[in-house]
């Protein structure tokens, strides 16, 4: 495995840490407050949050507004379907859920990036597509999951447009267009929701899920300039187990004994195969993965 992919898949696992500490903060959000009063405090605060480090930088500019117009419309949209799936449903089921991510990412880097797929990633998408529906189980779908996966369609998308800016480009220019450009549609978000549950409370979360979901954004961005979308998205699956286990720190929830073989069938293929088949040709991957039945 080349050096650029290693170093990107451990950004990106590290940055999962903070991804998973975003969801237990919007846990932690009183039952009065809605989804998108909580989303408009979190834009508000994180573009002043960004501001200084922005300033600090000499204020640059971009040249590809509308793509970052693009990603802040349907990323906003997203979260606002993650928030409310976090307000009604178990940390480690919304974040099961939401791990059907990455196999977006890899399907369009592969449709809409050309992107290659190697044997490697062909299986370890295949098995964690397996795991996802073990821990969906489909027959217990609500709106709540379907809101959770619509966002997880829009994470894929926002993280392959990623792809699409030069790498000249400061990270903290994306952080500070996708914060700024997002606050219109929240507006909008809740004016149709109403404003509901404001108070210093809320604003204290607001920031803290920023530190978290900033210093994530900001992995991620360095992450997906490493290397190929399709050979690091895997990584973003190890973000179950840091879900899982803050679930069961502090909410008391647990997986039960399906769900983990489901996430087995997501995070180990994951960790496992593209060392298993680095450096084999695509000929020689059937041959191994007959021989390890075999055995």
Not at 152 to 166: D, E
Request: charged share 10%.
């Amino acid at each position: 495995m080349k050096r650029a992919v290693i170093i990107g898949i451990g950004i990106l696992i590290f940055g999962n840490i903070f991804s998973a500490l975003y969801d237990v903060s919007v846990k932690w959000l009183s039952e009065d407050v809605n989804a998108a009063t909580f989303l408009l405090v979190r834009q508000l605060s994180a573009v002043l949050m960004i501001l200084p480090f922005w300033l600090r930088e000499g204020a640059p500019r971009s040249n590809h507004i509308k793509l970052h117009l693009f990603r802040a419309h349907v990323g906003t949209s997203g979260a606002l379907l993650l928030i409310m799936g976090l307000m009604s449903l178990p940390l480690a089921t919304v974040s099961s859920l939401f791990y059907s991510a990455p196999l977006m990412i890899m399907l369009m880097g592969c449709l809409f990036l050309k992107e290659k797929m190697s044997g490697a990633q062909s299986v370890a998408g295949l098995l964690g597509f397996v795991g996802i529906l073990i821990i969906l189980r489909p027959s217990e779908m609500n709106m709540s999951g379907i809101a959770v996966l619509v966002g997880a369609l829009t994470f894929a998308i926002n993280q392959l447009a990623l792809k699409k800016l030069p790498d000249t480009e400061s990270p903290i220019v994306t952080l500070m267009l996708y914060n700024l450009f997002s606050v219109p549609i929240v507006v909008v978000f809740t004016i149709v929701q109403g404003l509901s549950g404001l108070s210093w409370e809320v604003l204290g979360l607001a920031i803290v899920s920023n530190a978290f979901l900033l210093a994530y954004q900001w992995l991620s961005v360095l992450a997906y300039r490493k290397a190929k979308a399709s050979e690091v998205a895997i990584a973003e699956y190890t973000g179950l187990i840091f879900c899982v286990f803050f679930g069961w720190l502090w909410f008391d929830e647990w997986l039960d004994g399906l769900s983990w073989i489901g996430a087995g069938f997501i995070v180990l293929p994951s960790l496992l195969l593209p060392w298993i088949f680095a450096g084999v040709s695509q000929r020689q991957v059937t041959s191994r993965i007959a021989q390890m039945h075999n055995h």
